[in-house]
């Protein structure tokens, strides 16, 4: 179970989830994409109309044993989704009255996850309440950083959130990789940014680098991937190279034949 976080907003972590959920979906790997954002960008971004969801993972952090019933089968071939709504704004309150209000999320996915050969949380742009049950969740962190302003101090308190949970609530969490996300190698901050992630994190950050690329940010706007809306781009090339290693690091390189859908070769 992977947990895409970073606090600061706009850096790319839906866009990161959705598309490594795709990636994973269409390599024959079954795949739960959690949308642990109030925003719900992760649910929209893949055509689901929010306004018609009767259950969500809001309901499931209120009562883990149903969270089954909220999930969202099949939203592309091998990809389930459990879908957010505006309501988990108020969860972030509401949860800290509640018993083991960090492990809500982990209790919910409990029961759904062996299901699974890869679970992805998307989570908000906070270090609160539901990123902090996001950690608790996962086995591993994924940090996407922009290349577009020098990151490293809200890394520090990123990282400094990191050891707490690990230290106190999930020993076993790791942080997977750093991908560099908004890449644009016209700018001298761009490639300066890429040099000060690699110096602070070393074999940490992914190889794939993922462009700026206006194919990206129009995807979402109609309900497609980058594997649906231009399985050609650079960003789609970017992004199941991107897979690939993360594929290589988490032990699951035999990789079982590609389901036959709809959804472009990534
Ligand atoms: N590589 C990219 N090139 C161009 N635009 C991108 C790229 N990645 C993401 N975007 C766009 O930038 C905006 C922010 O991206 P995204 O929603 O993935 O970030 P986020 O970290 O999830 O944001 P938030 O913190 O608000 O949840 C979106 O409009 C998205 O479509
Ligand atoms: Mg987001």
Known sequence: MIAVANQKGGVG?????????????????????????????ATSSLGIDRGQLETTVYEALLEPEGAESAVLADVRPGLDLLPSSGL????????????????RLRAAL????????????????????????????????????????????G?????????LVKRRLNPPLDVIGVVLTMFD??????????????????????????????????????????????????????YNELGAELLERLGLCTVPEPIESAQGTP
């Open 13 to 41: 972590k839906t866009t990161t989830a959705v598309q490594l959920a795709a990636f994973f979906a269409h390599r024959g790997f079954r795949t739960l994409l959690v949308d642990l954002d109030p925003q719900a960008n």
């Open 88 to 103: 988990l704004a108020g969860a972030e309150v509401e949860l800290v009255a509640t018993p083991q209000r960090e492990f």
């Open 110 to 153: 409990q029961h759904l996850a062996p299901r699974y050969a890869v679970v992805l949380v998307d989570c908000p742009p906070s270090l609160g309440l539901l990123t902090v049950n996001a950690l608790v969740a996962a086995r591993a962190v994924l940090v996407p950083i922009q290349c577009e302003y020098l990151p490293l101090e």
């Open 155 to 163: 890394l520090a308190q990123l990282v400094t959130t990191l050891d």
């Open 185 to 238: 190698a016209r700018t001298r901050l761009a490639l300066q940014v890429v040099q000060e992630v690699r110096r602070a994190f070393g074999a940490r950050v992914f190889r794939a680098i993922i462009p700026r690329a206006v194919r990206l940010a129009e995807a979402p706007s109609h309900g497609q991937t980058i594997f649906e809306y231009d399985p050609a781009s650079r960003a789609a090339r970017a």
